[in-house]
C-alpha cells in the first residue's frame, strides 16, 4: 500500500518544509485544491522541483474542460491529477486521453458520488487509473468516513487502483488498511500533529504491515 501526503492548509515554502521532514516515507505528495486556489499550478511546479523522485497530485477536481486541464497541470509537472468522479463522462474521457498523450496519471475521486458502486464500474471502464473514495471536510465534520464505500470499490473495481481519504488519521488507519486500497492518503493526520516526521514512520509501518 502507497502513502499520499496531501497538504491542503499550507503555502509553497511550508508545503516543501513538511515533505523535506517526512519525504521517506511518502510515496506521493498532494498539492491539494486549496493550495491550488491560493497559489495556483506554481504549487504543483515548485513542488516537482524540489522532490523530483517523488510523485507529485495535483488536486484539481476537474469538472469540465477535461483535456485541457490536464494539458495545463502535467505541463506544471503533475505525474496525477484529480477529475471528479460526479462529471460526465466525456469530461473523464477527455482527461483519459490527454493523460495518455501526456504520460501521466488520472485520480476520479468519488467525493459526493451517490451510486457509489454503479459509477465506480463506469469510471473503471473509461480507463482511469485510480479510484479514490472521499469524505471531505464538510462531511468529516458531522461523523462520516469513506470505509464501507471502500469496501464496495474494492469488490466491483477491476482495472483501476483503489484509494482512500477523508480524515484518516493513526486512530483511523486499521480501518482502512482492513480493506486494503492501493493508496492511503492522508492530510491533516500528518500534516498538523506535532511531531509530522514521527507519525509518517509510524503511518509507513503500519501499511508495510498491514500489506
Ligand atoms: O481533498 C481534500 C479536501 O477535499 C480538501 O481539498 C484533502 O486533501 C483530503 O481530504 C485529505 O486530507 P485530510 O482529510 O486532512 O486527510
Given at each position: 500500500m502507497k502513502l499520499q501526503l496531501a497538504l491542503d492548509l499550507v503555502n509553497i515554502p511550508e508545503a516543501i518544509e513538511l515533505v523535506k521532514q517526512v519525504e521517506e516515507y511518502v510515496d506521493i505528495v498532494e498539492i491539494g485544491t486549496p493550495v491550488i486556489i491560493n497559489e495556483g499550478l506554481h504549487a504543483v511546479k515548485a513542488m516537482k522541483e524540489a522532490f523530483p523522485s517523488l510523485q507529485v497530485l495535483a488536486d484539481?477536481?476537474?469538472?469540465?474542460a477535461g483535456g485541457y486541464e490536464i494539458m495545463k497541470a502535467s505541463e506544471a509537472g503533475a505525474d496525477i491529477i484529480t477529475v471528479l468522479g460526479a462529471t460526465d463522462d466525456l469530461t473523464i474521457k477527455g482527461a483519459v486521453e490527454e493523460a495518455r498523450k501526456q504520460g501521466k496519471s488520472i485520480m476520479v475521486d468519488m467525493i459526493n458520488v451517490k451510486n457509489i458502486e454503479q459509477r465506480a464500474q463506469e469510471v473503471d471502464a473509461l480507463g482511469v487509473d485510480y479510484i479514490c473514495v472521499h469524505t471531505g471536510y464538510d462531511l468529516q465534520a458531522v461523523g462520516k468516513d469513506s470505509f464501507e464505500e471502500l469496501q464496495t470499490i474494492k469488490r466491483v473495481v477491476k482495472h483501476a487502483k483503489t484509494a482512500v481519504a477523508g480524515g484518516i488519521k493513526l486512530a483511523t488507519l486499521p480501518a482502512a488498511i482492513q480493506a486494503q486500497p492501493d493508496l492511503v492518503i492522508v492530510g491533516g493526520g500528518i500534516a498538523?500533529?506535532?511531531d509530522p516526521r514521527s507519525v509518517a514512520r509510524e503511518i509507513r509501518n503500519q501499511l508495510n504491515q498491514g500489506a
Amino acid at each position: 500500500m502507497k502513502l499520499q501526503l496531501a497538504l491542503d492548509l499550507v503555502n509553497i515554502p511550508e508545503a516543501i518544509e513538511l515533505v523535506k521532514q517526512v519525504e521517506e516515507y511518502v510515496d506521493i505528495v498532494e498539492i491539494g485544491t486549496p493550495v491550488i486556489i491560493n497559489e495556483g499550478l506554481h504549487a504543483v511546479k515548485a513542488m516537482k522541483e524540489a522532490f523530483p523522485s517523488l510523485q507529485v497530485l495535483a488536486d484539481l477536481k476537474i469538472m469540465d474542460a477535461g483535456g485541457y486541464e490536464i494539458m495545463k497541470a502535467s505541463e506544471a509537472g503533475a505525474d496525477i491529477i484529480t477529475v471528479l468522479g460526479a462529471t460526465d463522462d466525456l469530461t473523464i474521457k477527455g482527461a483519459v486521453e490527454e493523460a495518455r498523450k501526456q504520460g501521466k496519471s488520472i485520480m476520479v475521486d468519488m467525493i459526493n458520488v451517490k451510486n457509489i458502486e454503479q459509477r465506480a464500474q463506469e469510471v473503471d471502464a473509461l480507463g482511469v487509473d485510480y479510484i479514490c473514495v472521499h469524505t471531505g471536510y464538510d462531511l468529516q465534520a458531522v461523523g462520516k468516513d469513506s470505509f464501507e464505500e471502500l469496501q464496495t470499490i474494492k469488490r466491483v473495481v477491476k482495472h483501476a487502483k483503489t484509494a482512500v481519504a477523508g480524515g484518516i488519521k493513526l486512530a483511523t488507519l486499521p480501518a482502512a488498511i482492513q480493506a486494503q486500497p492501493d493508496l492511503v492518503i492522508v492530510g491533516g493526520g500528518i500534516a498538523t500533529q506535532e511531531d509530522p516526521r514521527s507519525v509518517a514512520r509510524e503511518i509507513r509501518n503500519q501499511l508495510n504491515q498491514g500489506a
